[in-house]
């Protein structure tokens, strides 16, 4: 080796040498930094730790606060309303075999639930104290309040609490007068100084869609506001009803709200809110409450001279819902078909039948019959109306004066059992068991002599069953053809085919149904 190849090897080892060290130094300076990155941040963890930034509620500030407004301002309006009753309880007649559920489970077999119904495990006919809860809504300084009529009626005592009243105070209150028809009462307590009112709105301004607010005392909590949406207009939930077309909402409504205000996004009271849908009695989404313009006509009324809502009516009865299988039999196209007129009623008197096709009231078309029910009870007794109708496809008129609802419908069929007769029951291929009427079950039922049969019993899932019929009911004709005997329900039926429209005239029984005459119809199957 020569010595330019020394001097090269000694460069070769110095350089390695040199770069091990800077290796081992750069390692050794980045553990060191690492360490102390550590530890520096073990150190602000236990810092932070032991003292954490304290909390704080900020400053108060202006949100949406339109209902709190509202609110506020109709609350003090909003009474909560205590009454006591004396209840002896009823007893219940058993349905006889194959029955099915009787009369008196109508009311609570019903998913419309009562907002004040309390069941109670009576083991004999003792009379019982029941204590209600509701609610309503001062309408006058001088202490006029609605609420719904089931709050007080057959209340021994009626008691008002007012928003500000100390616990333990009531105020003893008189009802003023009440409406069966809209399920509206009127009360009224003595007062030293003017109280806080709510204002009325109108209710036709609604639609679907707009918010509301529901006040009232639910469960006896006092001053509860809950607020929703209008689901619908023009709500029918009780059959055969024609004064009580509701407002639907989905403000929570439960029991105790009933008589309360459904309230609109202008603070006025559009509503009183009366009724739930439920299986459980309480809030399940779906709540009622009567419109405003019905308020204020049955309030007028109630507070007049003689307390009570007066309606005109001409005596005829029709069937609530249209079914085009009647327009089809009776040969009309649009209007209301008598399906009953009430004897001596002013109706009978003008010349009017069973089967005319009212069409106009004074030369104003009438589509359905709220649209006449509206028109005639608006009317004050003893004024005329002139009818336009059709009877067998020709057009006529006659002048009705108009009468007292009240005093023309007066007496209505009760829940009697039908029984003691001797005829033998004839089975119709409808499925409907029908027999003669006795002169005395004739008498009961407010049925002429010799007219109509007596539906026995209807086999579930048969045509008579789909169309309506129901035990008690008594069929007076079938397709215009009078049925006076089971032998003449034998003859109309036995000529009807398969595809045939078919309408019974029939007068129903009462206890919770509508107990006057009226159509049911459907199509052979």
């Given at each position: 080796?020569d010595?330019?190849?020394n001097a ?12 091990t060290l800077l ?16 530890v520096g ?11 954490a ?6 400053s ?5 606060n339109q ?14 309303i205590?009454t006591?009753s004396?209840?002896?309880?009823a ?11 009787g009369?008196?489970?109508?009311q ?27 609610s ?5 300084p001088?202490?006029?309040i609605?609420?719904?009529?089931h ?12 928003q ?13 007068g009440?409406?069966q ?21 109108n209710s036709?301004s ?6 509301v ?14 607020a ?14 024609q004064?009580?077309t ?11 709200n ?10 006025e009271?559009?509503?009183i809110n009366?009724?739930i ?8 989404g779906v709540?009622f ?16 001279p ?6 005109g009516s001409?005596?005829?009865?029709f069937n ?7 327009a ?14 009430v ?6 008197r003008?010349?009017?039948?069973v089967?005319?096709t ?5 030369g104003?078309?009438?589509k359905?019959g709220?649209e006449?029910v ?9 004024s005329?109306?002139n ?7 020709k ?5 009705v004066?108009v ?20 005829s ?16 005395e079950?004739?008498?009961r039922?407010?049925?002429p ?15 008579g ?5 129901t ?18 329900f ?5 000529t ?8 019974f005239?029939v ?8 107990d006057?005459?009226i159509?049911l119809?459907?199509t052979?199957?």
């Amino acid at each position: 080796m020569d010595v330019r190849e020394n001097a090269l090897w000694r460069r070769f080892k110095d350089n390695r040498v040199a770069s091990t060290l800077l290796i081992l130094l750069t390692l050794a300076v980045g553990i060191l930094i690492g360490t102390v990155v550590s530890v520096g941040v073990k150190g602000q963890e236990k810092k932070s730790t032991d003292s954490a930034t304290p909390l704080s509620v900020p400053s108060p500030r202006q949100l949406s606060n339109q209902f709190s407004q509202i609110a506020k301002s109709l609350e003090p309006a909003v009474v909560n309303i205590n009454t006591e009753s004396t209840i002896k309880p009823a007893v219940r007649r058993r349905g006889a075999p194959g029955q099915g559920q009787g009369q008196g489970d109508d009311q609570q077999d019903s998913p419309f639930g009562d907002f004040f119904d309390k069941f109670f495990g009576q083991q004999d006919n003792s009379p019982v104290r029941e204590r209600s809860l509701g609610s309503g809504v001062i309408v006058d300084p001088k202490g006029f309040i609605v609420t719904n009529r089931h709050v007080v009626e057959k209340a021994d005592r009626i008691r008002v609490r007012l928003q500000d009243d100390p616990p333990g105070v009531l105020h003893d209150a008189k009802v003023v007068g009440s409406d069966q028809e809209t399920d509206l009462a009127v009360i009224k307590i003595d007062f030293d100084k003017p109280l806080p009112t709510a204002k009325l709105g109108n209710s036709e301004s609604m639609q679907v869609g707009d918010w509301v607010l529901a006040v009232g005392s639910p469960f006896g909590l006092q001053a509860t506001v809950t607020a929703g949406i209008v689901s619908a207009k023009g709500r029918n939930i009780v059959p055969n009803r024609q004064f009580q077309t509701f407002i639907q909402t989905d403000a929570a409504i439960n029991p105790g709200n009933s008589g309360g205000p459904l309230v609109n996004m202008d603070g006025e009271v559009i509503g009183i809110n009366t009724a739930i849908l439920t299986d459980t009695n309480a809030y399940a989404g779906v709540g009622f409450a009567l419109p405003s313009n019905t308020v204020v006509q049955v309030y007028n009324q109630l507070t007049g001279p003689e307390h009570r809502v007066q309606r005109g009516s001409i005596g005829i009865e029709f069937n609530a819902q249209e079914n085009p299988a009647i327009a089809r039999v009776y040969g009309v196209q649009s209007g209301i078909t008598i399906s009953s007129v009430v004897a001596g009623s002013p109706a009978e008197r003008a010349g009017l039948k069973v089967g005319d096709t009212i069409v106009s009231v004074d030369g104003k078309s009438v589509k359905n019959g709220d649209e006449l029910v509206a028109d005639i009870a608006g009317r004050r007794p003893g004024s005329k109306i002139n009818l336009g109708y059709f009877r067998n496809g020709k057009k006529e008129e006659s002048s009705v004066t108009v009468a007292d609802r009240a005093k023309l419908f007066a007496n209505r069929l009760g829940d009697e059992e039908e029984s003691g007769a001797d005829s033998t029951p004839k089975q119709s291929k409808m499925g409907v068991t029908v027999r003669s009427l006795t002169p005395e079950m004739a008498d009961r039922l407010n049925v002429p002599a010799g007219k109509g049969v007596v539906v026995q019993d209807v086999k579930p899932g048969s045509f008579g069953d789909d169309v309506g019929l129901t035990r008690g009911d008594v069929v007076l004709e079938i397709n215009k053809q009078p049925v006076n005997s089971d032998d003449d329900f034998d003859r109309v039926q036995a000529t009807l085919k398969s595809g045939q429209d078919v309408v019974f005239l029939v007068r129903q029984r009462g206890g919770g149904r509508n107990d006057g005459t009226i159509f049911l119809a459907g199509t052979l199957p």
